[in-house]
C-alpha cells in the first residue's frame, strides 16, 4: 500500500488538502483508482478532522449498505471500541421497500437516518459517522 500511495501522491502532485484531508482523498483515489477524484472532493470547514474525533472518541458510525461497512476495518473498530451499524438486511427495512414498492437501499437510508435521529442526538450528533452507500433510488 505504502508504493500505491507515494504513486498517487507523485502523481497528483500539490493539492489544496491539509494533511488530515489528504488521507481522506488519498484513500478515495486508491480505492477507486481514479486521480480525478483529487479535484472533485471537498470538504466542509474541519470536517476531516471532526470525523477523526468523533472515531477517537468512540462514536459510532452509521450506514445504510454492507459496501460501506465491508470497507470498514474492523480490528481498528474493536481497538477503538466504536460500534458500526448497517440497516440493509434489517428485516424492517425489506418489509417497508416491499410495503412502499420501493428498494432496500432507499428504505435504509431512512433507517440510517431515524436511528442516528433517535440515539445520536444524546451522543453529539455532529461528531458521529454517517457514511452513505449506493444511490438511495
Known amino acids: 500500500m505504502a508504493e500505491s500511495f507515494r504513486i498517487i501522491d507523485t502523481e497528483v502532485g500539490s493539492h489544496p488538502f491539509g494533511a488530515v484531508e489528504w488521507q481522506v482523498v488519498r484513500r478515495i483515489i486508491h480505492a477507486s483508482g481514479d486521480l480525478e477524484f483529487a479535484r472533485l472532493v ?10 477523526v474525533e468523533a472515531l477517537q472518541a468512540g462514536m459510532p458510525i452509521v450506514t445504510d ?8 476495518q474492523r480490528p481498528i473498530l474493536e481497538k477503538l471500541g466504536i460500534a458500526l451499524h448497517c440497516f440493509i438486511d434489517v428485516p424492517e427495512v425489506a418489509r417497508m421497500a416491499q410495503e412502499q414498492g420501493t ?29 452513505g452507500g449506493q444511490a438511495a433510488q
Request: hydrophobic content about 35%; proline content about 6%; aromatic content about 4%.
Open 42 to 51: 471537498h470538504f466542509q470547514h474541519a470536517a476531516a478532522r471532526a470525523g
Open 65 to 72: 449498505v454492507r459496501m460501506v461497512a465491508s470497507g470498514i
Open 103 to 131: 428498494t432496500r437501499s432507499a428504505c435504509a437510508t431512512t433507517a440510517t437516518r431515524r436511528w442516528s435521529s433517535s440515539r445520536l442526538p444524546r451522543q453529539r450528533p455532529e461528531r458521529a459517522g454517517v457514511p
